[in-house]
């Protein structure tokens, strides 16, 4: 199963960066080829990329997510795919991304684009895309501060807008 291992400096604080990145349905204005996310609930998406020129759709569960530390997701329906993202501050105004990306290639043209770096390449450019819009914004187009450890749920209004069907993400 390849493995992408990725990380970068942006000039905003921590909590600046860690709000951008779970604002999902952002990501298709900075991941080149993600179409469309669609947040499901706090903890799943539903997901629309361009993969090896075909468009490919898959559903993710968020595992753990820890404010202004980590996320954890894996996929639950197509290609197998999971991975980390971390949030390491560097001072009061700059944060380290790392990213670490793990996936099942479905076929031939995916194997090669892989073994030719193609993948590290897009995640880097990804990562790059990131930075600059964060940025340039210097503030995020929304936040969510609740906490995922498993099937559990907590804080920022999670559990009352699991009751009532609704999400507080962005």
Same mark, same amino acid.
């Given at each position: ?33 993600? /179409?469309?996310?669609? !947040?499901?609930? +706090? @903890?799943?998406?539903? $997901? =629309?990329?361009?993969? %090896?020129? &075909? ?5 993710? /569960?968020?595992?753990? !997510?820890?404010? +202004? @530390?980590?996320?954890? $997701? =894996?996929?639950?329906? %197509?290609? &197998? ?90």
């Amino acid at each position: 199963m390849p493995t992408v291992k990725k990380s970068i400096e942006v000039d905003v604080p921590v909590r600046v960066g860690y709000d951008q990145w779970t604002q999902f349905e952002e990501f298709p204005r900075f991941m080149d080829s993600v /179409e469309e996310v669609q !947040q499901l609930d +706090d @903890k799943r998406l539903h $997901w =629309r990329a361009k993969v %090896g020129g &075909r468009v490919e759709e898959w559903d993710a /569960e968020i595992a753990e !997510q820890v404010p +202004d @530390k980590i996320i954890v $997701w =894996r996929s639950t329906s %197509g290609a &197998r795919n999971d991975g980390i993202v971390r949030f390491v501050p560097l001072g009061a105004s700059k944060t380290k991304v790392e990213l670490e990306m793990h996936w099942d290639p479905k076929d031939v043209t995916e194997r090669i684009g892989d073994a030719l770096g193609a993948d590290d390449a897009r995640i880097q450019g990804d990562l790059g895309r990131f930075k600059k819009f964060v940025e340039e914004r210097r503030t995020p187009t929304g936040a969510w501060r609740g906490e995922i450890h498993g099937d559990r749920v907590e804080g920022d209004r999670a559990q009352e807008d699991q009751e009532a069907g609704t999400s507080s993400r962005g």
